[in-house]
């Protein structure tokens, strides 16, 4: 059987940006019979730096991926460690939904007892303690650790390895040898391109949420199974045009 994946980037980005964060995919680790579409919310902020932006992201995430079913679409990812909109597209659909912080986080008490998320700004704080409160799981955490540095979401981290990968490197290192961290998690979809060089010098595993959030889709679908919808009612009716001043 085939399978669509519609991935949902949550802030506003030109289309040589999604085409960087598709490349979060590689093809070998796609599942045959799997093609993957990246869309992004048609407003909001560029950075998701507060909780006004995440609103607004958690709106125009629902608006990206409300039709999905209808289009044809096997499952839908929200492409972010926000997770936003999840819930609101849970209850508008039937077809697995998929937060890509939920999906990482639930991963890493698999793989060990404590982990550390590595950041690139201090202004994504909010939205790690949003996810890891809702799913119970502040517990669990040894650390954040930020490098200070603003991101960029069109260019991601194209340009600025060498001076961005030994700040993730060293941040990494500290929440092992100084929080206790025994897994390491990307803070970021954006920060994808730093995966195999710090999985590389690391002697714990290190998640890349996105391909998570994607292969978490694959399971989903080859099990059959999609969230359930006495947690996640649906509408009693939709208003989807809402968004178009319908």
């Known amino acids: 059987m085939d399978y669509r994946i519609k991935m949902i ?14 490349a979060q995919i590689p093809a070998p680790l796609m599942m045959p019979g799997v ?4 869309a992004c919310a048609a407003r909001g902020g560029s950075a998701l730096d507060s909780i006004y932006e995440g609103s607004i992201a958690d709106a125009y995430c629902l608006e990206a991926g409300a039709r999905a079913e209808a289009e044809g679409f096997s499952a839908v ?4 460690m926000s997770d936003s909109g999840v819930a609101a597209l849970r209850s508008r659909l039937t077809i697995p939904v998929v ?6 986080y639930a991963l890493a008490g698999q793989l060990g007892r ?5 950041s690139m700004w201090d202004r994504w704080l909010w939205l790690y303690d949003k996810v890891l409160h809702e799913q119970g799981l502040e517990h669990r955490l040894a650390s954040i650790r930020s490098i200070g540095v603003r991101p960029d979401t069109a260019e991601l981290l194209s340009g600025k390895e060498d001076s961005v990968l030994p700040l993730l490197l060293d941040a990494a ?12 998690i990307l803070g970021s979809t954006t920060m994808h391109q730093s995966h195999a060089f710090l999985a590389e010098r690391l002697e714990v595993p290190v998640i890349n949420p ?25 509408p009693l009716g939709t208003m989807d045009g809402v968004f178009l001043g319908a």
Not at 99 to 104: D, E, I, K, L, R
Not at 114 to 118: A, E, H, N, P
Not at 173 to 184: F, H, I, K, Q, T
């Open 99 to 104: 937060g890509t912080a939920q999906s990482t």
């Open 35 to 38: 093609s993957v579409e990246f």
């Open 114 to 118: 404590r982990f550390s998320i590595l």
């Open 77 to 80: 990812c929200v492409n972010s």
């Open 173 to 184: 290192r500290r929440a092992v040898d100084e929080d206790g961290a025994d897994v390491l």
């Open 9 to 22: 980037v949550p802030v506003p980005v030109p289309q040589a940006a999604l085409e960087a964060f598709s």
């Open 210 to 234: 996105g391909l998570v959030g994607y292969k978490t889709c694959e399971m989903l679908l080859t099990l059959g199974l999609s969230h359930s919808k006495s947690a996640w009612a649906s």
